[in-house]
Structure formats: structure tokens, C-alpha cells
């Protein structure tokens, strides 16, 4: 690791701040990985020996950026990758053309809470203000960042998806789509590691352990498939242009179904035999402006509910008729056609 500003190693820790006031720390893995195909990274996090304004600040960021490994940005409230040297002064850039996910532990005037994560973006110098734009936020976490526990923190790129997940839950605390297309070189690649700060109030921002793979692990199975519809143009997910059912055996079909589209696949079941879905993945989003847990999420089925007023937003739902069963994206809104993304899944009839 390429350690920078106030980051130090503390025994077998990577600590990118001491608990002391207005310090800004950042460690750099040395090369640059391939990060636009996609990757995948584990961390285990502790913040302790909080003290100063709000008990405990700032808080630290996983950032992608092509500075260079020396790279670092302001203290308090910039998160040592932001604009601003924490005491309101806006000359110190922050790393240019870079993209955090910032894992905030005070609540400054333009914050949700104290207690939030958010994918944040920078522009080149002379373009940057603060806060930095974020492209998603949670409001405020059922995990207490700052509560002296070892949280783990796994991040998934699968473009343009970038997805959080947080202390092993299933479901992604934050997610959005990410355009790395002005933080990678020609190759694709991008310096990765990670920024951490103090102001007024102070603690160690500790790294206890880190795993970095590049590229997207592949699904191995006896088969091999490829989708057989075109993204559509205006969308930023891959929404396919059109629903995909493939017989693949005796009463089991495989479907891709495309979010925009009401009851948009349909399966033969001429008398109305219970159905069992397995191996369901892709991302919905039927609330782009949300971003996040309240507008897209990972593939959930409600199918053996079958009714659509019991079901979560973005999942998949099922109907009978006339000797077909029907899928479709539970969208509380009824706004099929603004919709974006997919989910593919397997169908047996029994």
C-alpha cells in the first residue's frame, strides 16, 4: 500500500486517521486495477476513540481514481477525497475525477444524518464543489457506523450497477448506476483504495482486512446462454427491447423479463399448475431519482403470493389467465413504460 497524509499502519491495521483533529489520510493499493468490466471488494472497517464535535467524525471512503497514488484530498467534512480543508475553506481541491463510497459519521448542513452511506462523484479541478454530487444516499442506516464494532462492507461493479452491501445482509443497503468513464485510462484501470478524515471531531478510521477482485466472477453451469435482445437505447440498466422465453426441458422454460413492460412474459399452463422459480438475478429500478433501496433493487419473487397488493416494489409478480401464467415487475406506481432493467429466472411447472 501507498500510504499518504496522516495513514499509517497501527500493528495489522490500516489506520487512514488517528483520533486526532483535522487530519486527512488515504492508502493506495500500488497498481492499477481493472475496474470497468466490473469488480467485486470485501473490507472489514472499526471506528473507535471517538471524541470532539458530534462524538466521532468524519468518516472514510472506498474511492476509484487515476491521480495517481499519492492522492489526497481535505479534512473534516471532505472525507480526504472531496473539495474543502474542513474549516470552510474551498481552495484545497479534492481528487479529481474521482468516485467514493462515503461512509459519513457527522452530519454537516447538507447531509441526511450522521449516519449514512453515499456514492459520490467529483469533476476535474475548477469544476468540483461540495458537497460533492451523489449520485445515491441512504437517509440514515440501521447499522451504527460508529459504534465500535467490526463492520464488513462488500461493493459489487457490475456495470453500470454498483452495488453496497453491508454486515452480510442479502439486500444491497445503496446501489445506483456508475459511469467510470472518466475515472479509468485507456485501459480500463484505475488506482483503488481508500480516504478517510477528521475536523472538529476525530477517531480512528481503521481498514482490519481488504480483498480486491477485479473483473466479474463467471456463473459456470452445464449451459451456455446469451441473451437474445438488444439493450434499449435511452435507458441507463440494460432494459432488453423484448421479453425472452426459452423452452429448456419438459414444463421448465427460462425467462427474461423486462421491466418496462406490464405482464410482460407468459408461460403455457393450461391448467393452472403451482410454478417454482429459481436462479432469479438482475436489477430493477422503477424510481430512478431514488437510486437506492427505494427505487431499484436485486431480483425478489412474490410469486407464491401471486397478488400484486402484497407485494415489495420491484419484485416479480404472477397471474393465471385463460391457461397462461403471467410475470411481470410489481410497479406501485403503474409507470411500466419509465422502468428500467430486468430480471431472468428459471420456471418449473410441477
Given amino acids: 500500500m501507498h500510504f499518504v497524509g496522516a495513514a499509517s499502519p497501527a500493528g495489522k491495521v490500516l489506520r487512514l486517521t488517528p483520533s486526532v483533529e483535522f487530519r486527512a489520510g488515504a492508502a493506495w493499493a500500488p497498481d492499477k486495477q481493472t475496474v470497468q468490466s466490473g469488480f467485486e471488494t470485501t473490507f472489514q472497517f472499526q471506528l473507535t476513540a471517538q471524541g470532539g464535535l ?5 468518516g472514510f471512503a472506498f474511492v476509484l481514481q487515476n491521480s495517481g497514488p499519492t492522492a489526497v484530498a481535505g479534512r473534516g467534512a471532505s472525507g480526504g477525497f472531496a473539495l474543502g480543508d474542513g474549516v470552510g475553506d474551498p481552495r484545497r481541491p479534492g481528487i479529481p475525477n474521482s468516485i467514493a463510497v462515503f461512509f459519513d459519521t457527522f452530519r454537516n448542513e447538507a447531509d441526511p444524518s450522521a449516519n449514512y452511506v453515499a456514492i ?4 476535474s479541478i475548477g469544476q468540483m464543489h461540495w458537497p460533492p454530487p451523489r449520485l445515491a444516499f441512504t437517509r440514515k442506516l440501521k447499522v451504527h ?5 467490526v463492520h464488513t462492507v462488500r461493493l459489487e461493479f457490475k456495470p453500470p450497477v454498483l452495488s453496497v452491501f453491508l454486515d452480510h445482509v442479502a439486500a444491497p443497503v445503496l446501489l445506483s448506476t456508475v459511469d467510470l468513464s472518466t475515472v479509468v485510462d485507456s485501459e480500463g484501470k484505475a488506482y483503488v483504495g481508500f480516504t478517510a478524515s477528521t475536523g472538529a471531531g476525530y477517531e480512528n478510521h481503521d481498514i482490519l482486512s ?3 477482485s477485479a473483473g466479474l466472477k ?11 435482445a438488444a439493450c434499449l437505447p435511452d435507458k441507463n440498466l440494460c432494459t432488453p427491447d423484448r421479453a425472452v422465453v426459452d423452452e429448456t426441458g419438459p414444463a421448465h422454460y427460462h425467462v427474461v423479463l423486462p421491466a418496462n ?6 408461460i403455457p399452463n393450461p391448467s393452472d399448475q403451482p410454478i ?5 438475478r438482475g436489477t430493477i429500478c422503477w424510481d430512478l431519482n431514488a437510486r437506492g433501496p427505494e427505487g431499484c433493487r436485486g431480483p425478489a419473487v412474490n410469486v407464491a403470493a401471486g397478488t400484486q397488493w402484497d407485494a415489495q416494489p420491484g419484485s416479480l409478480i404472477s397471474k393465471y389467465d ?3 401464467t403471467y410475470f411481470s415487475i410489481h410497479d406501485p406506481g403503474a409507470i411500466y413504460a419509465d422502468n428500467e432493467g430486468f430480471i431472468e429466472f428459471d420456471v418449473e411447472i410441477r
Fill in 54 to 58: 458530534g462524538r466521532g467524525a468524519d
Fill in 120 to 123: 459520490c462523484t467529483n469533476g
Fill in 145 to 149: 457506523l460508529k459504534d465500535g464494532r
Fill in 210 to 212: 481488504w480483498t480486491f
Fill in 218 to 228: 463467471p456463473d459456470v453451469s452445464s449451459s451456455i446462454s446469451f441473451m437474445n
Fill in 261 to 266: 413492460v406490464q405482464w410482460g412474459a407468459s
Fill in 276 to 280: 417454482y422459480i429459481t436462479n432469479a
Fill in 322 to 324: 385463460r391457461g397462461r
